[in-house]
T-cell receptor, first 115, second 113 residues
């Protein structure tokens, strides 16, 4: 139990376009979801926390207008990278809280490459 | 603002126990310690978590010192597939009954044949 599906696993987009990444909790309701970003050889950096039906809370230094987060249901959160640029190329990972008692299940990540 | 300190790397022989230390000297009384691991280009995998008592599950054991300022993750019989970056995380409250996991740099555990 406690499976989080993240889609797509890889995406390549042109500079200036927008990309949407989906994060779904498959067998539990996720009251809270988290979005992380990871650059090569670095640790995961928390970008934002979202609760179903409310606005996301962004970490300091993360542009909320660039990284749009929608958590419209208890099983789905989306991250949209708007007007992507090469420096946005990174590994994006979502996490969902809920389900089993340990509470934090991670998706398999999305490798975004902006060309 | 990770609240943990881990050695950057460790080696372990296959079949032996791997003991990964973590310092969290500023931990508060109600903050849990979580351990995750990440194999290259994958999402983190949950291992174990605890508050003040030692914990054991099918993957590992977690030993937390009495003062809670440090802990040790024990993989009893390491295999090559246990090679990964291991993260020790103190779960902190982020407001509004939300809790978040903030990752530090972790320990790269290399299990050698």
């Amino acid at each position: 139990g406690a499976v989080v599906s993240q889609h797509p696993s890889r995406v390549i987009c042109k500079s200036g376009t927008s990309v949407k990444i989906e994060c779904r909790s498959l067998d539990f309701q996720a009251t809270t979801m988290f979005w992380y970003r990871q650059f090569p050889k670095q640790s995961l950096m928390l970008m934002a926390t979202s609760n179903e039906g409310s606005k996301a809370t962004y970490e300091q230094g993360v542009e909320k207008d660039k990284f749009l987060i929608n958590h419209a249901s208890l099983t789905l959160s989306t991250l949209t990278v708007t007007s992507a640029h090469p420096e946005d190329s990174s590994f994006y990972i979502c996490s969902a809280r809920g389900g089993q008692n340990y509470g934090y299940t991670f998706g398999s990540g999305t490798r975004l490459t902006v060309v | 603002d990770a609240k943990t300190t881990q050695p950057p790397s460790m080696d372990c022989a296959e079949g032996r126990a791997a003991n990964l230390p973590c310092n969290h000297s500023t931990i508060s009384g109600n903050e849990y310690v979580y351990w995750y691991r990440q194999i290259h280009s994958q999402g983190p995998q949950y291992i174990i978590h605890g508050l003040k008592n030692n914990e054991t599950n099918e993957m590992a054991s977690l030993i937390i010192t009495e003062d809670r300022k440090s802990s040790t993750l024990i993989l009893p019989h390491a295999t090559l597939r246990d090679t990964a970056v291991y993260y020790c995380i103190v779960r902190v409250e982020s407001g509004g009954s939300n809790y978040k996991l903030t990752f530090g740099k972790g320990t790269l555990l290399t299990v050698n044949p």
